[in-house]
């Protein structure tokens, strides 16, 4: 919100990123900025994802800066969760005009399955 506030709608989705990234250091909080994992099918790495944001190794953030959410942002998010094997992430939305989140939540989060990765 604070990142909201100060900048407000209308600039490119790095521009909020690295505003965000400087939040977040300012507060102590541990995370990683563009972080990239393997994909895997069938045992086979077939590609790699990267989400905006990895805090505390348990929550996907990830920014969007468009005037309109659409199915396809969330369906990215959630997809970030089940490839992360997280159970909680937000995407965020700079480009409204008022801030808009949404929590996700990992509907094929298995915690035994996450202590294994």
Do not use: C, W
Request: no cysteine; net charge neutral; aromatic share 12%.
């Amino acid at each position: 919100m604070t990142v909201y506030k100060a900048l407000g709608n209308g600039f490119q989705e790095i521009i909020y990123q690295r505003a965000l990234e400087i939040e977040m250091r300012l507060a102590g909080i541990n995370f990683n900025r563009e972080f990239e994992m393997p994909i895997f099918y069938r045992d086979e790495q077939i590609g790699t994802r990267r989400v905006d944001f990895l805090v505390e190794s348990i929550l996907s953030v990830e920014l969007k800066a468009t005037t309109k959410l659409e199915d396809v942002n969330l369906a990215q998010a959630i997809n970030y969760l089940e490839a992360y094997h997280l159970e909680i992430g937000l995407l965020i939305n700079f480009g409204e005009m008022s801030l808009v989140f949404k929590r996700l939540t990992n509907k094929k989060y298995n915690s035994h399955q996450s202590k294994k990765s």
